[in-house]
C-alpha cells in the first residue's frame, strides 16, 4: 500500500514539472521571438480580460498577470510590422499598482515609439480597467458595454466582535503603534481611519490626473462622472469619457486613420491549451466567495468596480 502511493506522489511529480515547463515555454512563445523581416503591415489585437493584478510565482504561471500584458505590449511595440494596436478591455479594475504599472507602460511605449493604441471595450470596462484605457489613443465602446466606476476601494475587515462571540482572544505583539494598522482582529483608530482615507484620496487624484491627460478635459468635467457611478456606452460618450460607440472593427478603423495606411493584417492571439486551463482557473475563481477571498489578504487597495 505505501508503495502504491509513493508511486502515484512520483507521477503527479513528474506531470507537474512536465506542465511546469510546458507552462514557462508557452509564456516565452505568447511573448514571443518576432521575426527578422516583415512581409506586411499589421495592427495586433491584445484580449485583456479580468482583473489586472501583480500575481506570486503559481498563479503566474496559468494566469496573465500585469507583467505579462507589459511584456507582450512592449514586444508588439517594437516589432517594426506592427503599425499600430487595439487593446481589448473586458476587466472590472485591479490593485493600484499594477494598473499603474500598466498605465505607464502604454504611456511610456507610446512616446519611445510613436504608435497608436487604441482601447476597445466589447463589455465591461470599470475602475482600473478605464484608469489603463485613457492611456490610450483612443476609446470605442461596444453598444450595450458598461464603463467607469472612477474611484478607489480599500477594504478593511473587522471580525473582532464574532471571534469574542466563539471565545477567540488574539494577542498582538508589535513594534510601534500603527504596526498592525488595518488588523481584522481589534477595531480601527480614528487616525489610522484617517491615514487610510488619505492613502484612498491620494490614489484617487493619480486617477483623476491620468484622466485629463489621458482624455483632455477639465476637471470639473471630470468629477460629473468620476463619482463611482457606471454608465452604458451612449451616456459615456456623452460624458466624454470614451471617443465612439461601435464594433471592433470601428477600433481598427481609428488605427488605420491614425496611421494614415488602408491594407493591414490583422494580429490575433492564438489560443493554446495554457489558455485553456487559465479559462478554467479563472473560472474556479470566480466561484470563490467575497469572504474567503477577503480572508486571504489583510486589506484590499484597488481600483476596482464591487
Do not use: W
Amino acid at each position: 500500500m505505501k508503495n502504491n502511493v509513493n508511486i502515484i506522489i512520483m507521477i503527479l511529480f513528474i506531470i507537474s514539472v512536465i506542465l511546469g515547463f510546458a507552462i514557462i515555454i508557452q509564456r516565452r512563445i505568447d511573448i514571443g521571438k518576432m521575426p527578422i523581416k516583415h512581409k506586411k503591415d499589421k495592427i495586433a489585437i491584445i484580449d485583456l480580460r479580468g482583473e489586472i493584478f501583480y500575481a506570486d510565482v503559481p498563479r503566474a504561471m496559468l494566469k496573465k498577470d500585469v507583467e505579462y500584458y507589459v511584456e507582450k505590449l512592449s514586444s508588439l511595440f517594437q516589432r517594426s510590422d506592427v503599425k499600430g494596436i487595439v487593446l481589448k478591455i473586458n476587466s472590472p479594475g485591479g490593485s493600484v499598482a499594477a494598473v499603474q504599472r500598466l498605465y505607464n507602460q502604454i504611456i511610456k511605449m507610446k512616446q519611445q515609439y510613436k504608435k497608436p493604441i487604441v482601447c476597445y471595450v466589447p463589455e465591461l470596462c470599470a475602475s482600473g480597467g478605464y484608469y489603463v484605457a485613457v492611456a490610450c489613443d483612443k476609446i470605442i465602446c461596444a453598444e450595450g458595454s458598461v464603463v467607469g466606476s472612477i474611484g478607489v476601494l480599500l477594504q478593511v475587515g473587522n471580525i473582532n466582535g464574532l471571534l469574542k462571540k466563539i471565545g477567540v482572544n488574539v494577542e498582538i505583539i508589535k513594534s510601534s503603534k500603527y504596526k498592525d494598522m488595518g488588523s481584522p482582529f481589534r477595531d480601527m483608530l480614528p487616525e489610522e481611519k484617517k491615514m487610510f482615507q488619505d492613502l484612498v484620496n491620494a490614489a484617487y487624484e493619480q486617477f483623476i490626473a491620468a484622466i485629463e491627460k489621458g482624455r483632455n478635459l477639465d476637471r470639473q468635467d471630470i468629477l460629473k462622472f468620476a463619482d463611482g457611478g457606471i454608465y452604458i456606452a451612449n451616456k459615456a460618450f456623452e460624458l466624454k469619457m470614451v471617443d465612439g460607440v461601435g464594433d471592433e472593427n470601428v477600433a481598427i478603423d481609428e488605427v488605420k486613420k491614425i496611421t494614415k495606411i488602408e491594407e493591414v493584417e490583422i494580429l490575433r492571439e492564438k489560443t493554446s491549451f495554457i489558455d485553456v486551463l487559465r479559462q478554467a482557473m479563472e473560472e474556479r475563481q470566480q466561484k470563490i466567495s467575497g469572504m474567503t477571498k477577503f480572508i486571504r489578504q489583510k486589506f484590499a487597495f484597488e481600483y476596482m468596480l464591487e
